[in-house]
């Protein structure tokens, strides 16, 4: 297989996997460019950030006012309505233990990552990352708005050591819990990136939000324990390569 054939293999590997994220994630279609109005009222009905609501202040509406008779009292004024969609929150734990160098696994998933940033971005979506390597899970961004200095951590991640991955679950999970507390209206989503090599497990942290465990584990022989991972995160499962 020569060069550019290769290229072109793991571009379309890259974007596959992208796009299986992005489905388990609901992360919604790219705009055109210059649409990024977002005419409809959110889902919510409550809360600092949610469905479309009149307004106690602010613009008249003079045209529903009327409609109610002529106003006599200020409750008898209507207010333009206020349009508010929930705030997103993309989780990610990315594995990046030294069994991830296998195969090109981990360089894919950089790949996936940098798509999903490109439109957390242009969706105005926060972010989480961590990674699961070394000794102990590292945090990366916490609830932030993509930035440059992400995408730069994310072109010089490398694989080495551990997988500490069931400690990096057990933080993303306490976090999200705190976190639910001050924006109980958000929408949360957990992407997980793993070969699943971990010697052995107990009973893993649940995540409450809807979540998906990306499978990068390549080569001939393979354990195939990223499978049994999701059912037990009870997470959406996919490979990396789509199979």
């Known amino acids: 297989m020569g060069r550019n054939a290769r290229t072109a293999s793991g571009h379309g590997r890259a974007t596959g996997s992208a796009e299986l994220a992005k489905k388990a994630l609901g992360i919604r279609p790219r705009s055109a460019e210059g649409a990024d109005a977002k005419p409809e009222a959110g889902p919510l009905s409550h809360g600092k950030q949610g469905a479309s609501r009149p307004a106690g202040r602010g613009a008249v509406d003079w045209v529903a006012t009327l409609l109610r008779g ?8 209507a207010f333009k309505t206020r349009q508010r969609t929930a705030q997103e929150l993309w989780m990610v734990v990315v594995d990046a233990s030294a069994s991830t160098r296998r195969h090109q696994a981990l360089g894919d998933a950089k790949g996936l990552l940098a798509q999903l940033f490109e439109d957390a971005y242009r969706q105005r979506a926060r972010v989480a990352v961590m990674t699961a390597s070394g000794n102990a899970p590292e945090w990366h961004v916490s609830g932030s708005k993509v930035s440059t200095a992400l995408n730069d951590w994310l072109a010089t991640l490398g694989a080495g050591g551990g997988t500490p991955l ?48 990306i499978d990068i584990e390549r080569g001939p022989i393979r354990l195939g324990r990223a499978r049994q991972l999701a059912a037990e995160l009870n997470a959406d499962y996919r490979h990396i390569d789509g199979a």
Not at 72 to 77: G, I, M, Q, V
Not at 177 to 205: N, Y
Request: with cysteine; charged share 30%; hydrophobic share 40%.
């Open 70 to 77: 002529r106003p006599r009292e200020r409750k008898d004024l």
């Open 166 to 213: 069931l400690q990096a679950l057990e933080e993303m999970a306490g976090w999200l819990s705190v976190r639910r507390q001050r924006f109980p209206d958000e929408q949360q989503r957990l992407l997980v990136l793993t070969d699943g090599r971990l010697k052995a497990w107990g009973i893993l942290p649940q995540v409450e939000c809807p979540s998906v465990l």
